[in-house]
């Protein structure tokens, strides 16, 4: 059984993380911003713990991993609050988030970031750039670190229902993948502590999801 910090922990890929992790006998324990989303978290199996990580500095966010066996990072502004919100989550959060893992003495940090064609074939924003710039600083960041780090790289994400079979591998053909598919493979790579210090790209596929991550250890 792990400790399982989740940032992130009250969006979409968070809630099936949680989840998931709790049907397979993990603790979950996602962060989360407002009292509300709790109850939530807490009907999905998960212990939810309160704070915003724009405003925990890395003390507080520290004390909050305190105990934990793994820190799963999958946080995102999402493209909403323009660069400054981008930069602040995708860029100074983990930043912040990874220090803090340091700290608390954790050794496994999973990150979701972005596949690096994202959004290949249509007009991109500025803005748009500016997040896969953010992402890529990030991935740089955690890979630089001492931690036992692996990064995913999921295809476009899509709210689909998840059918448990995905492609992964360190470079791959471009395409999408349900959300739901996503948390499954961070709840399988849980239970692979093996794999360790690895980017995988990650899409729909035909390979079922225990099977991929097996591959890597």
Known sequence: MSNVFI?????????YLCQYLAQHGHVARPLHRRPEQAETLRALGAEPVQGDLLHLDVNALTTLIQGSDAVVFTAGAGGKGGE???NAIDGEGLEKAVKAAQRAGVQRFLLVSAFPEA???????????TY???KKAADVTLAASALAWVI??????TDDPGSGQVQAGLAIPYGNIPR????KFLAALIDQPAVNRVIIELTSGTTPIAHAVAAFA
């Open 132 to 134: 896969m710039r953010v």
């Open 180 to 183: 739901e598919d996503v948390a």
């Open 84 to 86: 400054a919100m981008t």
């Open 119 to 129: 959004a290949r074939g249509k007009a991109l924003s500025e803005t748009f750039e």
């Open 7 to 15: 940032i992130g922990g009250a969006g979409n890929i968070g809630r």
């Open 152 to 157: 995913v790289r999921p295809g476009t994400l």
